[in-house]
């Protein structure tokens, strides 16, 4: 197998971080062409020194200089921007675009590294939340292979594999519940962020984690598996499994499912997706069933957890609605994290947002832009009118 070149697109974040730590324990079958990262150059100074890439990329303008004086005497070229990120993608030497980006910035590298002929692994769920018809669409021209990384397409993806000529009657999404499962609303007009930032199963990021307690991190993927797997709104199911053990299932026309299972722990698909189609050996912890005697399914709470049902919507009537769904969240979202508004009013804003911006049917990239760039505008000009503070 010969070295694959990897690019990683947030670098510094959770899965940016578990992607070079699967990289570090196979030196001999990836190789780190470039790595990207917003505005934790600390953090992007100590892994270019460790990994070499070809090419680092920083977001802010503020801290290019720290990057690059600090990378000075190494043959490494650095460079700043949105431009830069939306470039650096199709150098040659790239097999494999890791976009670990957190939210709607992730689509335009995307594009662009598709356009240039690079297999993506896609950890940036709101490429295909936002975009969906045009980056599968994109990829199918340029005959590119989009790898899931997320935990639950990770799965559906591998119980699929050597089933092309079988037909999908449905998939099951997984979920967890959250820190919050089994509360009402009552509970939840009073949690705070340290509360939300809790999640019983899994180690990720502060906006992803949020996602997971308000289950718009579910309605996300079940709108990222439709374009994935080429699916229907009807084909698509969210269950409750506390344990998340089983990360998803499939099942088939004859009735017969299909599940992948194993220890919540992210490393596992992203190295899925980087050796695809070979699994590669791991020393990760080894589930045990006698560790889980009891395995447990809920049905989800779509009228106390809204976002949910609100993602179903979006999945049902397409156009633009999803792209304005996800914008309005990561404002939202963002919001909260910042104390400027209570987790209930995360979800109300959504739903003021996706009755109030205009519906496009069939987007183009500039729609997206706009409805993008509009949703923001009146999310922001919503939480300046908020009561909490």
């Known amino acids: 197998m010969n070295k694959k070149g990897i690019a990683i697109l947030g670098s510094t974040g959770s899965i940016g971080t578990q992607a070079l730590e699967v990289i570090a324990a196979n030196r001999s079958l990836f190789r780190v062409e470039v790595l990207t990262a917003h505005s934790n150059a600390r953090l992007l100074i100590q892994q270019a020194q460790k990994f070499k890439p070809k090419t680092v990329v920083i977001g802010s303008e503020k801290a290019y200089q720290l990057v690059y004086s600090a990378l000075a005497e190494l043959p490494i070229k650095v460079l700043c921007g949105s431009e830069a990120l939306a470039e650096v993608v199709e150098h040659p030497g790239i097999d494999i675009v890791l976009t670990a980006m957190v939210g709607y910035s992730g689509l335009l590298p995307t594009i662009r590294a598709i356009e240039a002929g690079k297999d993506i692994a896609l950890a940036n769920k709101e490429t295909l939340v936002v975009a969906g018809a045009l980056i599968t ?3 199918k021209e340029k005959g590119v292979r989009i790898l899931p990384v997320d935990s639950e397409h990770s799965a559906i993806f591998q119980c699929l594999v050597g089933e092309a000529e079988n037909s999908i009657e449905k998939i099951i999404l997984t979920a967890s519940g959250g820190p919050f499962r089994g509360k009402d609303r009552a509970y939840l007009a009073g949690v ?29 993927e079940v709108i990222e598996a439709k374009w994935l797997f080429d699916l229907a709104d009807s084909q698509i199911e969210v269950i409750v499994h506390p344990q998340s053990i089983i990360h998803s299932l499939v099942q088939f026309d004859d009735g017969s499912m299909k599940a992948q299972m194993g220890l919540p722990d992210m490393k596992l698909p992203i190295q899925y997706a980087l050796g695809y189609p070979r699994r590669l050996p791991s020393d990760f912890p080894r589930f045990n069933f006698l560790d889980y005697p009891t395995l447990t399914f809920e049905k989800p709470d779509m009228e106390t957890f809204q976002n949910l ?3 179903f919507l979006a999945l049902k009537k397409g156009g633009n609605l999803a792209c304005i769904l996800n914008a309005a969240n990561e404002i939202a979202v963002e919001a909260f994290l910042e104390d400027r508004i209570g987790f209930l009013e995360i979800s109300d804003i959504i739903v003021t947002a996706m009755a109030k911006v205009p519906f496009v049917k069939d987007p183009s990239i500039e729609d997206y832009v706009q409805t993008d760039a509009a949703t923001r505008d009146l999310a922001l000009s919503l939480i300046a009118n908020s009561t909490v503070s």
Request: glycine share 6%; charged share 20%.
């Open 192 to 220: 705070t962020k340290a509360q939300a930032l809790k999640h019983p199963n899994w180690t990720m990021g502060a906006k992803i984690t949020i996602d997971s307690a308000t289950l718009m991190n579910k309605g996300l």
């Open 309 to 311: 049902e609100l993602a």
């Open 137 to 139: 669409r994109l990829a």
